[in-house]
């Protein structure tokens, strides 16, 4: 609230200092309230386990896509400006006119200020993996594979893309492992992972393909375990705990007052965890088929320059430039 308060009152954000301290002590949460619903606790329980055995690979399935319009994304077409002043919703990036569908709730499908349906969902689909497995810590590379189109504007939709993780760790199967990511109803063959014919739960999925079994989840649950070409329910889990019902934002406020809980879940360094992978596989939609190798420790595509200056860097407007953290 305080950002949007500063953000209102053009005449003071020159009086801002451009550094802050750090501050100790401050309560932190992602916004990642699926974590409430027992079936995705208990999956972590189950993964952390190491019961299905070790991870092979994760599909993500994102439902409709980042063009697909209504309550939450754009359609793809409004792009003509509208009579409207734009300057402070913009913040940092540089000045266009104010159009249809961008200063709305739709604005998630523009590619200068959202991420399209991956980025809007994926901290809520793969916050399972990150907080089962620690060894997950970056991407290395991502390729996307999407049909050409003008980015000018709009994010792509039809967006698949595999971001690889580089992992030294028993739990999984191989030295790398692939997050293969889908959108505008695309899927996984259900045969190719060997659950079976039968519906999704859900148009938005997680699987988790192990040497012992494969894990499907729905954002809210069901939870399935199939082995074998057979599916149980994953709530019944041998040894799973009973899980108290908890409010994801009242956590937040409790700790924040200082009351002891142990449902604060979803720290920045999960939350950073989530995110990263969502952001590199649209915005590799720029270079489709390209193999673009990713390093967080300097914030760079090792490999592509072009990419760096596109996606990666940007140049912001006098007044917006992001403020400098002492440490």
Same mark, same amino acid.
């Given at each position: 609230?305080?950002?949007?308060?500063?953000?209102?009152?053009?005449?003071?954000?020159?009086?801002?200092?451009? =550094?802050? @301290?750090? %501050?100790?002590?401050?309560? +932190?949460?992602?916004?990642?309230?699926?974590?409430? #619903? &027992?079936? *995705?606790?208990?999956?972590?329980?189950?993964?952390?386990?190491?019961?299905?055995?070790?991870?092979?690979?994760?599909?993500?399935?994102?439902?409709?896509?980042?063009?697909?319009?209504?309550?939450?994304?754009?359609?793809?077409?409004?792009?003509?400006?509208?009579?409207?002043?734009?300057?402070?919703?913009?913040?940092?990036?540089?000045?266009?006119?104010?159009?249809?569908?961008?200063?709305?709730?739709?604005?998630?499908?523009?590619?200068?200020?959202?991420?399209?349906?991956?980025?809007?969902?994926?901290?809520?689909?793969?916050?399972?993996?990150?907080?089962?497995?620690?060894?997950? =810590?970056? @991407?290395? %590379?991502?390729?996307?594979? +999407?049909?050409?189109?003008?980015?000018?504007?709009? #994010? &792509?939709? *039809?967006?698949?893309?595999?971001?690889?993780?580089?992992?030294?760790?028993?739990?999984?199967?191989?030295?790398?492992?692939?997050?293969?990511?889908?959108?505008?109803?695309?899927?996984?063959?259900?045969?190719?992972?060997?659950?079976?014919?039968?519906?999704?739960?859900?148009?938005?999925?997680?699987?988790?393909?192990?040497?012992?079994?494969?894990?499907?989840?729905?954002?809210?649950?069901?939870?399935?375990?199939?082995?074998?070409?057979?599916?149980?329910?994953?709530?019944?889990?041998?040894?799973?705990?009973?899980?108290?019902?908890?409010?994801?934002?009242?956590?937040?406020?409790?700790?924040?007052?200082? %009351?002891?809980?142990?449902?604060?879940?979803?720290?920045?360094?999960?939350?950073?965890?989530?995110?990263?992978?969502?952001?590199?596989?649209?915005?590799?939609?720029?270079?489709?088929?390209?193999?673009?190798?990713?390093?967080?420790?300097?914030?760079?595509?090792?490999?592509?320059?072009?990419?760096?200056?596109?996606?990666?860097?940007?140049?912001?407007?006098?007044?917006?430039?992001?403020?400098?953290?002492?440490?």
């Amino acid at each position: 609230m305080s950002t949007a308060r500063s953000r209102s009152c053009s005449n003071s954000r020159n009086s801002i200092p451009r =550094t802050r @301290p750090q %501050r100790s002590n401050l309560v +932190t949460q992602v916004g990642a309230q699926r974590i409430e #619903h &027992a079936p *995705r606790r208990a999956a972590v329980d189950i993964l952390r386990s190491g019961g299905l055995g070790k991870v092979i690979e994760v599909h993500i399935t994102f439902g409709n896509g980042s063009l697909a319009g209504g309550h939450y994304f754009a359609d793809g077409t409004s792009t003509w400006p509208v009579a409207a002043s734009s300057d402070l919703w913009l913040n940092g990036a540089q000045h266009e006119p104010c159009r249809h569908q961008m200063v709305q709730r739709q604005w998630r499908s523009w590619w200068k200020y959202g991420g399209g349906q991956i980025t809007d969902w994926v901290v809520h689909l793969t916050d399972v993996l990150f907080y089962a497995f620690p060894e997950l =810590t970056s @991407p290395v %590379r991502v390729c996307t594979r +999407t049909p050409s189109r003008d980015l000018s504007h709009f #994010h &792509a939709d *039809r967006v698949l893309s595999t971001v690889t993780y580089a992992v030294k760790s028993d739990r999984f199967a191989n030295t790398t492992c692939n997050f293969h990511f889908y959108d505008s109803h695309m899927r996984p063959d259900r045969a190719h992972l060997g659950i079976g014919e039968g519906e999704w739960p859900s148009g938005i999925v997680t699987i988790v393909v192990c040497e012992g079994g494969t894990l499907v989840l729905a954002p809210e649950g069901p939870l399935e375990i199939w082995r074998e070409g057979r599916k149980t329910d994953g709530m019944e889990w041998p040894g799973l705990p009973t899980y108290e019902k908890f409010s994801h934002w009242h956590a937040w406020v409790d700790k924040a007052l200082g %009351r002891d809980t142990p449902h604060l879940w979803m720290p920045f360094d999960i939350g950073i965890r989530c995110t990263e992978p969502g952001l590199l596989a649209v915005k590799a939609a720029k270079y489709p088929g390209q193999s673009l190798d990713w390093d967080r420790a300097s914030l760079s595509f090792t490999n592509h320059t072009e990419a760096n200056r596109t996606l990666v860097r940007r140049e912001y407007r006098t007044g917006f430039e992001p403020v400098e953290i002492r440490r």
